[in-house]
């Protein structure tokens, strides 16, 4: 019996250090300008596996990211950056994921990350409501999750 236990106590061990062996890391830079577009995420839609990591690199300053009130999966923390640092967030629950930058909000910084293909929140991240730019981006975006 004692063998048994080791053996599933090793088989589980092994899985987790697997699992973040496979697992990847996306970067997403913060942004006052791309092209001719102002205040902006380097990539607004990201579709992730459950225990991929993003990195929101702080490549021009006066940024941040900040989960949307609602507009995450159920269960999911609050989560808000600091200005002007790089910053990373590792997925472990899946569902769709929507965020800003604090003060760029208004002018369309926004940007949404879907995890492990699960669109199971989606009518929650249809409710949310944007203000200024956002409120016309929001949908072209949503449309592309």
């Known amino acids: 019996m004692k063998l048994t236990v080791k053996i599933l106590f090793y088989v589980l061990l ?5 699992m973040k062996a496979f697992s ?24 992730i596996n459950v225990g991929d990591t993003i990195i929101w690199k702080s490549t021009t ?15 999911v923390e609050k989560f808000k950056s600091k200005m002007n640092v790089d910053v990373e967030y590792t997925f472990t ?27 199971s929140n989606l009518d929650k991240i249809n409710s949310l409501r944007f203000v ?3 409120k016309k ?3 072209e975006l949503i449309g592309q999750l």
């Not at 996306?26 to 579709?47: D, T």
């Not at 006066?62 to 995450?72: D, P």
């Open 137 to 139: 981006i929001a949908p």
């Open 14 to 18: 092994s899985s987790l250090f697997t």
């Open 61 to 75: 300053k006066g940024h941040n990211v900040e989960f949307i009130k609602n507009g995450t999966p159920d269960g």
């Open 93 to 119: 629950v899946p569902g769709i994921y929507a965020y800003q930058c604090t003060p760029h909000k208004a002018m369309g910084m926004i940007g949404f990350v879907v995890v492990g293909g699960d669109k």
């Open 132 to 134: 200024g730019k956002s």
């Open 24 to 47: 990847e890391t996306l970067e997403i830079e913060m942004l006052n300008k791309s092209g001719n577009e102002m205040m902006v995420y380097s990539q607004k839609v990201a579709k």
